[in-house]
């Protein structure tokens, strides 16, 4: 039995509002943020779990470089953000439901690739210091 989730690519891309960054592209998105003045880090915030980092911030404030995959909230189900690009074939509403109930936290982060599901309400400011505690963690 295929458990897997089923996601189709969404006709129109969402506006991005955050910015995915996996495996060896995290310390890349580090480095390109550490250029950045405080006063622009602290328009932005991030969320780290296992093997991913999250920057949350307006779409013009958050990095852009190769390899780097791009969130949104998504618009049935603003709670539940998705890729901008994908979003799963089952109705948003009953994932967003489904979510909420199993990580007992909003919003979250459901992800692809590796299937995750990240909660985005303890997102801390970023700064020099956060930047230099997660180049030592990834």
Excluded: F
């Amino acid at each position: 039995m295929n458990t897997q989730m089923q996601w189709a690519e969404r006709e129109l891309a969402l506006e991005p509002a955050g910015a995915v960054a996996q495996g060896s592209i995290i310390s890349q998105v580090l480095q390109l943020l550490r250029l950045r003045d405080e006063e622009q880090l602290g328009k932005l915030s991030v969320v780290s779990g296992s093997g991913i980092l999250v920057i949350l911030g307006r779409t013009e404030q958050l990095p852009w470089t190769d390899g780097l995959r791009y969130c949104a909230p998504a618009p049935e189900a603003p709670s539940l953000w998705l890729p901008t690009w994908l979003q799963p074939e089952l109705a948003l509403d009953l994932m967003q439901s489904a979510c909420s109930r199993r990580a007992r936290r909003t919003p979250l982060l459901l992800w692809h690739s590796p299937d995750l599901l990240l909660p985005l309400n303890q997102a801390s400011s970023l700064s020099y210091a956060a930047i230099d505690w997660l180049s030592g963690v990834h």
